[in-house]
């Protein structure tokens, strides 16, 4: 449905897996299409309006990032251009153009990477009254905005409709194991401080960002 020039649902023929506060997830079987629309959502709540082509920007900073730190994990993505998706989806190839991927379908580890670089949000609330980040001890006398002596893993709960509770070390070992909680760990930080030094090259800091992690579903017992 096309709405203010932008796409505010996709609306395609063909089964719909689930619909997110702005992503679109559509079945394909062996494989699922990812279509980013130009819906807005702030605070968990999806407004009525929308931004034309928002979906076509989201989706092309997630491939460029897919692509780039494919050398650091592997990731999900089949292809990001429509020309490339399977010939059921050709009629829609104009309104799927950028603002879409073909993905394999995993199955997602149940909790929320997030890596801190900077004491900024939530994490600076914590500290000014504790000292503490989810229960990791950061020196004394920082600033709000400061950089911290090293990037900082503080995962979350990943809840549906509803926010995400944050969790210390144990509590994610209780949910998912320790030899899990260990490699979601090393690898956020890998590529958070991979895509911060490159952003800072180019003049942009990213002060904290989440990934979402997966085991291949062929693979998951």
């Known amino acids: 449905m096309l709405e203010n020039n932008g796409i505010y649902e996709s609306n395609l023929d063909i089964p719909l897996l689930k619909k997110g506060k702005v992503r ?25 309006t929308v931004i034309p082509d928002k979906g076509k920007i989201l989706t092309q900073i997630s491939c460029f990032w897919f692509k780039t730190t494919s050398s650091i ?34 199955e997602i580890i149940p909790i929320e990477c997030v890596v801190r670089g900077y004491l900024a949000g939530s994490a600076w609330k914590e500290y000014i009254s504790t000292g503490t980040v989810q229960g990791i001890k950061l020196p004394a006398g920082l600033k709000e905005g400061d950089k911290l002596p090293q990037p900082i893993f503080t995962p979350s709960t990943k809840e549906e409709g509803e926010h995400d509770k944050p969790l210390t070390w144990q509590e994610t070992e209780e949910i998912i194991g320790k030899e899990k909680t260990k490699i979601l760990q090393e690898t956020s930080l890998k590529i958070y401080q991979f895509a911060a030094h490159y952003a800072e090259e180019k003049g942009i800091i990213i002060a904290d960002t989440k990934f979402e992690l997966s085991s291949a579903r062929e693979k998951v017992k």
């Not at 679109?24 to 009525?48: E, K």
């Open 73 to 106: 994990i592997k990731n999900h993505v089949i292809t990001c251009k429509a020309e490339e998706f399977p010939p059921l989806l050709k009629k829609h190839a104009q309104m799927l153009a950028k603002r879409s991927m073909l993905v394999k379908k995993a």
């Open 24 to 48: 679109d997830i559509y079945d394909l079987g062996d494989a699922l299409l990812i279509v980013a629309t130009d819906r807005i959502s702030a605070f968990d709540v999806v407004l009525p």
